[in-house]
């Protein structure tokens, strides 16, 4: 016959422990294991909440999306609306002198590109020109073939591009040689030493 169970056995004990072996209330500093547990059982119901948050803004942002608002460029902005006009003036700057670096169509550098007033043909040999200079730069491709897009008429812009661009490569590589120590055994550079000082990874890196 069953034991009838009586009220008090609903009740715990003031310490709970697991098994009897470990005690609930610990003397090495540690959280208790009903804080443990506690916790544990509100991390779940938390990442239940974030999950649930997350596929609302996810849908959010497909509404965005099929509105035609560029999400990428809406991001930066709403961040920027936490900076100083000073920190916004700075931001812009560094990223048109990167550009520039870059060769990218912007400000100062549309020239490179053309105006309204040039013929569409020049503009076009002007476009894969830079277009080369941007992966000769990278360390991309040529070595006398020209991407498949690239139009007949183009190829030798789109090379003379990539010529310079590796050529500007080689000049900074060359300049930052020129800054290296000179080691005194026998007054030759070491090359790995002269990246490892400025933080790169390897001389590859440096080129690409």
């Known amino acids: 016959m069953a034991k009838k169970l009586e009220a008090d056995n609903d009740q ?3 310490v709970q422990g697991t098994i009897g072996a470990i005690p609930n209330e610990p003397d090495n500093g540690m959280p208790s ?3 443990i547990r506690m916790a544990a059982n509100e991390m779940v119901q938390w990442n239940e909440k974030r999950k649930k948050l997350t ?6 942002r497909k509404g965005l999306k099929a509105k035609g608002i560029k999400l990428g460029v809406l991001d930066e902005q709403v961040r920027l609306l936490e900076w100083t006009p000073e920190e916004v003036k700075q931001f812009y700057a560094e990223r048109d002198w990167f550009a520039e670096a ?3 169509p912007i400000g100062s550098q549309l020239e490179l590109y053309g105006t309204d007033a040039t013929p569409d043909p020049v503009r076009e ?3 894969w020109r830079n277009i080369g200079f941007r992966d000769g730069l990278a360390g991309k491709g040529w070595a006398n073939e020209a991407p498949k897009e690239c139009p007949h008429d183009c190829v030798q812009s789109y090379g003379e591009g990539h010529e310079e661009g590796q050529a500007t490569v080689r000049r900074a590589f060359a300049a930052r040689l020129a800054q290296a120590p000179v080691a005194e055994d026998d007054d030759q550079i070491d090359i790995e030493d002269v990246a490892n ?3 790169d990874d390897s001389i590859e890196d440096e080129a690409a």
């Open 33 to 35: 294991h009903d804080d």
């Open 102 to 104: 870059m060769r990218q």
């Open 197 to 199: 000082d400025r933080g």
């Open 12 to 14: 715990y004990s003031d």
């Open 55 to 60: 596929a609302e803004i996810s849908a959010f």
């Open 125 to 127: 040999q002007l476009k």
